[in-house]
């Protein structure tokens, strides 16, 4: 008996692996956080919650999974990335195939059911996007960070898009959320692929803006993106979406980014660059629950 559970509990930390749970939960709270501000949702049905954090963490776990088959060779060449249940062996193709079929089918149809076919359809090329045209560009040329940008900031308008049939609902706030994410991804993800700038290497992806590696040139575009991040800081107050504090706070996080990116700029190291990657790791949830906590209802 004892055997059996583990092998149960042991399957179950494959499927968290798979779906990379702590990453598909963020993405997935930028979108549950979204949903929250559009000004026509004026009570926070738990439920309602509940369905869109499900169906949002469907989909999204379907799309790591289909990442996670693409890349099993390379991954397997990682060090962070070998121990994955489909690169280590512990969990066939197949099955992470279904897997993936079955939680992005789910996933899609909650959205469509309880929300907005509008929702679950931007979820759908979220998925798209990601696991098949990010996923393989990832070895061919480093325009796959653009590329891969555009589902991750998505779900900020998939959460958006979820409450588009209540009344007076507008899609500006959306595209202003999707705007916001958007520029964020790049210091980010240009931080983490420099921390493992040796072990993507190894397998073969072109991630970085200079084919160089981690150079000035590299450093300076996340400097450039991250004071990109400032003016469009402004405008979820500009647009009545929220308060001047929450203004504030925008402003702040916004500089605080810049600061970390420049410190990059000047030192050129490893150390300077995981800053601006724990940085950006704190930097969503600050900005979009001082929104939400500061929410307007003019636009």
């Known amino acids: 008996m004892g055997s059996v559970s583990l092998t149960w509990v042991s399957k179950l930390k494959d499927y968290f692996q798979l779906i990379k749970f702590t990453l598909s ?20 049905d738990f439920i309602q919650i509940l369905l869109l954090l ?26 962070r990335t070998a121990n994955r249940p489909v690169a280590s062996g512990r969990m066939s193709k197949t099955e992470a195939g279904v897997f993936a079929f079955l939680s992005g089918l789910i996933g899609s ?8 076919w509008q929702a679950a359809g931007l979820s759908v090329l979220s998925l798209f996007i990601y696991g098949f045209i990010y996923t393989p560009m990832k070895k061919v040329n480093s325009t796959a ?18 409450a588009c049939e209540c009344d007076g609902f507008s899609w500006t706030g959306g595209w202003i959320l999707f705007s916001i994410q958007l520029l964020w991804q790049f210091p980010h993800f240009w931080a983490i692929a420099w921390v493992a700038h ?3 290497s190894k397998a073969g992806f072109k991630l970085l803006p200079s084919q160089q590696g981690p150079t000035k040139f590299t450093a300076l575009q996340t400097v450039i993106y991250a004071f990109l991040m400032i003016p469009v800081g402004f405008l979820p107050y500009l647009m009545g979406m929220s308060g001047e504090i929450s203004m504030w706070i925008l402003l702040a996080a916004n500089l605080f980014m810049v600061v970390q990116c420049v410190r990059l700029y000047i ?19 600050v900005v979009l629950l001082a929104m939400l906590a500061d929410k307007a209802d003019k636009l």
């Open 198 to 200: 040796g072990d993507y």
């Open 145 to 162: 960070v653009l590329i891969g940008a555009i589902p991750g900031a998505l779900p900020c308008l998939i959460g958006w898009a979820a």
């Open 25 to 44: 939960f963020m993405v997935v709270f930028s979108s549950v956080i979204s949903y929250m501000l559009v000004p026509c949702v004026t009570e926070y």
């Open 54 to 79: 499900t169906g949002g963490m469907l989909v999204t776990g379907s799309a790591n999974a289909v990442n996670q088959i693409t890349e099993a060779s390379t991954d397997a060449l990682m060090k």
């Open 109 to 116: 149809l909650i959205l469509g059911v309880y929300f907005s």
């Open 267 to 285: 030192s050129m190291d490893v150390r300077k660059a995981r800053y601006v990657m724990f940085s950006s790791y704190l930097y969503l949830p």
